[in-house]
């Protein structure tokens, strides 16, 4: 079993849908949960830290929750430069561990 | 200055070259990493330093060689490698040493080609 988890993708949804993005992960001494954007290319940009709380960063909501060992993201009004691969990282004792991504394409 | 720079940002070599790769960042961070990311496959971790001192090696051949020279300043330094080695060479850096909790940052890469 991988250590995250994600739907294989791709997503291709039209702009203005909600898309959510959904990521295990198998190691419960994981302490630290993040979702990164990686365009075509380039390298993996943070997009938001995810706590058992819940945190929202404008039109991005993440989840996180401890006992199923569940991490989520959802997009709203998703917009074209929303296109991308959205990583599920977990924090192992300082090693990120990558979950193999979920490619998002939106469409006009 | 928010950014990890790398450098060079492409690198072809041949197998019985030595070229290095280098890596800077002025946040003030003191734990620095190198992966490896092969394409449509996630990074893969192979050296952390904290501190200036190696302390994860994820078991990396040794014709890879990484080298912390001060704070701000991480090198990969490579010698006889095989054409499997091509990938993206990603360098991030956190704040403070390593740490379960501490997001990291990524520099842009550096695309290598072993021919």
């Known amino acids: 079993r991988k250590e995250v988890e994600q739907d294989p993708g791709p997503f291709n949804v039209p702009e203005g849908a909600t898309v959510a993005f959904n990521c295990t992960y198998s190691?419960?001494?994981?302490?630290?949960f993040f979702w990164y954007r990686q365009d075509c290319r380039k390298e993996p940009k943070l997009l938001m830290s995810v706590y058992s709380s819940g945190n929202e960063d404008g039109r991005f909501t993440a989840q996180l929750n401890r006992a199923s060992q569940y991490i989520s993201l959802l997009i709203r009004d998703s917009k074209l430069s929303d296109s991308a691969t959205y990583l599920c990282v977990v924090n192992i004792g300082g090693k990120l561990i990558f979950g193999q991504g979920t490619e998002l394409s939106v469409k006009p | 200055d928010t950014e990890v720079t790398q450098t060079p940002k492409h690198l072809v070599m041949g197998m019985t070259n030595k070229k290095s790769l280098k890596c800077e960042q002025h946040?003030?961070?003191?734990?620095m990493y190198w992966y490896k990311q092969k394409a449509k496959k996630p990074p893969e971790l192979m050296f952390v330093?904290?501190?200036?001192?190696?302390?994860i090696n994820e078991s990396v051949p040794s014709r890879f060689s990484p080298e912390c020279p001060n704070s701000s300043l991480l090198n990969l330094h490579l010698h006889a490698l095989q054409p499997e080695d091509s990938a993206l060479y990603l360098c991030?850096?956190?704040?403070?040493?390593?740490?379960?909790?501490?997001?990291?940052?990524f520099g842009p890469g550096t695309r290598l080609t072993v021919l």
């Open positions: 190691n419960s001494a994981s302490q630290s």
């Open positions: 946040m003030g961070h003191r734990a």
């Open positions: 330093y904290s501190y200036e001192k190696l302390s």
């Open positions: 991030a850096s956190s704040q403070g040493g390593v740490s379960s909790y501490n997001e990291q940052f």
